[in-house]
């Protein structure tokens, strides 16, 4: 009790009442944004419960924005994105069955969403170039070896980067580019990967790393985070399963449906 009480005062004193009115736009997206890296340093902690208490903070400021105005201060797109990062780590924080490392991963996840939509350069996201890209040459000398066992997990440590940032990239990416990328890592995804020639799966890996590294090339290099990037990698480096790849393709399907409904709207 005593520990909620001291919560509630420093929330009070770090993000005043009114603060989201007050300061503006560029006030309302810091504060969310210092939310989610509070969210995140809490749950590094193993501090749930404070973690989780920080979130409804956070949707009680969300919703303020959206009844001051929230166009003002994130798009109709990116407040759903925001509901659907918010929902998911506060599900993983709240479950007792949620590992350690995955609800390290859901509040990485939501971090660098808040970083991608506050920031106009030098995104968090922008930092995980350097080992997803390393992955291709892992991946690459696999298929020359003709090892399918440390290739799959090779692939799944790549899926597992991948999906941590693919909220973000969301927010900062065209859906062009995504839709590249996504499809080419559906091929590889498919069963039928295995079954083509070397040549082939190398000229696929090759077509899906250079539309990551036109993606990565449009963000600076950005001095992150180090401790949020050790928990990105050593997340990345843990999970060693195809499920990783649910929450890729359930962002992907999010995005599909909301550009689905942007163009079915009438003009």
Known sequence: MIRKVILCMLIGLAFPAGALKAGGDSAALQELNELSDTVFQLTRQAQYEEAVQILHYFEDRLKAAEHGGAEDVMTGAQIRQVDLGYRDVLKSLESEGTEQKDKLKAAAQFRMLM?????????????????????????????????????????????????????????????????????????????????????????????????????????????????????????????????????????????????????????
């Open 115 to 267: 970083d991608a939509i506050e920031s106009d350069h030098d995104p968090l996201w922008g930092s995980l170039k350097k080992p997803i890209m390393n992955s291709f040459k892992a991946l690459k000398a696999d298929v020359q070896k003709d090892d399918s066992l440390t290739f799959q997990e090779e692939w799944n440590h790549f899926l597992s980067l991948y999906d941590t940032i693919y909220p973000s990239l969301m927010i900062d990416v065209s859906p062009k580019q995504l839709k590249s990328v996504s499809s080419h890592i559906e091929v590889v995804e498919d069963g039928g990967f295995q079954q083509m020639t070397e040549s082939s799966k190398l000229e696929r890996l090759t077509m899906l790393e250079k539309d990551l590294e036109d993606v990565f090339n449009q963000v600076e290099e950005d001095d992150a985070d180090p401790s949020l990037l050790w928990v990105i990698l050593t997340t990345g480096s843990i999970i060693l399963s195809t499920l990783t790849y649910v929450g890729f393709r359930k962002y992907k399907a999010e995005g599909d449906r909301r550009r689905k409904r942007e163009n079915d709207w009438p003009k």
